[in-house]
């Protein structure tokens, strides 16, 4: 069984913070599928969401 370290912890906290979240529930997104003109999925969650929905101003 591994062992993670604190400094491994904190770099995965950077990293994970460097993605939008979910409007739906919070989970870092890293894909998003477009699956028609009004709907996609955002992954890893599988919310469904609206195109563009993670777009930053």
């Given amino acids: 069984m591994p062992v993670e370290t604190s400094e491994e912890r904190e770099v995965g906290d950077a990293d994970a913070s460097s993605f939008p979240r979910c ?3 919070g989970t870092p997104v890293t894909i ?3 699956t028609d003109p009004l709907e996609a999925v ?4 599988g919310c469904r ?3 563009g929905a993670l777009e930053s101003d």
């Fill in 23 to 25: 409007v739906s529930c």
């Fill in 42 to 45: 955002a992954s890893p969650c």
């Fill in 49 to 51: 969401i609206a195109p």
């Fill in 32 to 34: 998003v599928t477009v």
